[in-house]
């Protein structure tokens, strides 16, 4: 099955700074690469996802990319904000079978203001 | 509340009882999960339902039995819990199997004495 390994576990950046989290993959079959972002007692909420016929997509100051050779992708938080402070999880896919996301273990994002 | 509504919010219980956690779905969405979320552990897939159907029983023990009467509402009754079984149970929805953005309830955070 579909492993996804994630790093790193814990990130403390400065207000403002940029932030990237990094997720490798096993399954060279994955297709499907979402983002889910959880606030301190709150449920986990999408934020952004990849699919595998692209290398790159941005939402504001958000981005992921994706290197399906090496098989692994990035999220990219630039100029950080307090309210970004969270626990960011990966997670990935093979769409055409299983239809079950596969997540990684967390970052948790500390933004000092 | 919209969305996806989980009770109750906070449960304990003894290993010797049995109880019950509830998910509804006002989304009109065909499918429905349930995870089960510990400390420093990936999100761990449980159960998948799609169009009322189990598709997915991700080798859980059997002390955990889901049920889903129709597309908006899953169960997952819980009988004889050991304490690792403490954790926070989070169940989700989607419009379909596949890539599709997954709608999170609030969780259950149930704890086993």
């Known amino acids: 099955g579909e492993n996804v390994e994630q790093h790193p576990s814990t990130l403390s950046v400065q207000e403002g700074d940029s932030a990237v989290i990094k997720c490798t993959y096993s399954?060279?079959?994955?297709?499907?690469f979402p983002w889910y972002k959880q606030e301190l007692g709150k449920r986990p909420q999408l934020i952004i996802d990849?699919?595998?016929?692209?290398g790159e997509k941005k939402d504001q100051r958000i981005a992921v990319t994706l290197n399906k050779t090496a098989k692994h992708f990035s999220l990219h938080i630039t100029e950080t904000q307090p309210e970004d402070s969270a626990v960011y999880f990966c997670a990935a896919m093979r769409s055409s079978s299983g239809d079950k996301l596969t997540f990684g273990t967390g970052t948790r994002l500390a933004v000092r203001p | 509340e919209t969305g996806v509504t989980q009770t109750p919010r906070h449960l304990v219980m003894g290993m010797t009882n049995k109880k019950s956690l509830k998910c509804e779905q006002h989304?009109?969405?065909?499918?429905m999960y349930w995870y089960k979320q510990s400390a420093k552990k990936p999100l761990e897939l449980m159960f998948v339902?799609?169009?009322?159907?189990?598709?997915e029983n991700n080798s859980v023990p059997s002390r955990f039995s889901p049920e889903c009467p129709n597309s908006s509402h899953l169960f997952l009754h819980l009988h004889t819990l050991q304490p690792e079984d403490s954790a926070l149970y989070l169940c989700?929805?989607?419009?379909?199997?596949?890539?599709?953005?997954?709608?999170f309830g609030p969780g259950t955070r149930l704890t086993v004495t």
């Open positions: 990849i699919r595998s016929n692209v």
């Open positions: 339902y799609s169009l009322e159907e189990r598709v």
């Open positions: 399954d060279s079959a994955s297709n499907y």
């Open positions: 989700a929805s989607s419009q379909d199997l596949g890539p599709y953005e997954q709608y």
């Open positions: 989304l009109g969405h065909n499918a």
